[in-house]
């Protein structure tokens, strides 16, 4: 190769690099907006998010380090060190969620369609063909849901438990499989829902009433119910496109309070 050549090689690498942190980082910068990460939670480890977003730590590490530039996180070393929320919305808001949003929104409009076909599939078969051993865990679930109150990470894992139990009572594994595949697309790589308090509260009622559908062994009215459910997140990802399409924005999000 001349030396021309290699020049020319060297030259792209850290573009190349540079564009992967920022498409990262704006798909941060979205999970922030549609509260999947909110202010004063801590943000999984960079081997974890390495995984859920399957780049290279090096990759999260740089998008981390522009989120901090831009006022969204705090990092903090030692031993309760971590990556901190500190504003759901900023100046660097609109543009990164466009980007993020735009480059595949079709594509997101027909997975979260897709989605919704498959949860109501899911919900239908498991009021079809749940087993008395089946309804404890989906009970603990729906309490575990609306125990977790506002503790974002407890209640991110308590949705996924609530939707897997009754994935669970379909006794269909590759169906389980399914639906967390297409929570991981929709939810940009992450694992969670949109968030809000209003979302919750709905959610905190809508869970109850699709668990006593599958439990009371209603197919039809689980199916329409799992329909009304996971239009929740189609619903703010459609919001947060409007909204980032026609230039109108919401109001930057406090910081935390010192310990959060």
């Known amino acids: 190769m001349s030396d021309t050549r290699r020049s ?36 999984p480890s960079l081997p974890e998010l390495a995984a859920m977003l399957e780049v290279s730590q090096t990759t999260v590490r740089e998008a981390i380090s522009r989120l901090a530039a831009l006022g969204y996180v705090r990092v903090q070393r030692g031993r309760a060190g971590g990556t901190f929320v500190l504003s759901q919305w900023g100046p660097a808001s609109d543009s990164g969620v466009r980007r993020a949003l735009g480059e595949s929104w079709g594509t997101l409009q027909e997975t979260l369609d897709f989605r919704s076909l498959v949860e109501q599939q899911i919900a239908r078969t498991a009021a079809q063909r749940i087993v008395p051993e089946d309804e404890p865990r989906i009970r603990l679930a729906v309490e575990a849901y609306r125990a977790a109150g506002t503790d974002r990470n407890a209640s991110r894992l308590a949705d996924l438990e609530v939707h897997q139990s009754i994935a669970a009572a379909t006794h269909n594994r590759q169906l389980a499989e399914l639906s967390m595949r297409l929570q991981h697309e929709v939810g940009l790589g992450f694992h969670g829902e949109p968030f809000s308090e209003d979302v919750r509260r709905r959610a905190v009622e809508q869970h109850a009433a699709l668990a006593g559908a599958v439990l009371d062994r209603d197919p039809d009215r689980a199916a329409r119910l799992a329909r009304e459910h996971f239009a929740l997140t189609e619903e703010l990802l459609n919001e947060l496109h409007d909204r980032t399409t026609s230039g109108t924005t919401p109001t930057t999000t406090a910081p935390p309070t010192e310990g959060a």
């Open 8 to 43: 020319e090689v060297a030259a792209l690498r850290p573009l190349i690099a540079e564009t992967a942190a920022a498409r990262i980082a704006d798909r941060f910068i979205t999970a922030f907006a549609l509260g999947q990460f909110v202010v004063g939670q801590k943000l």
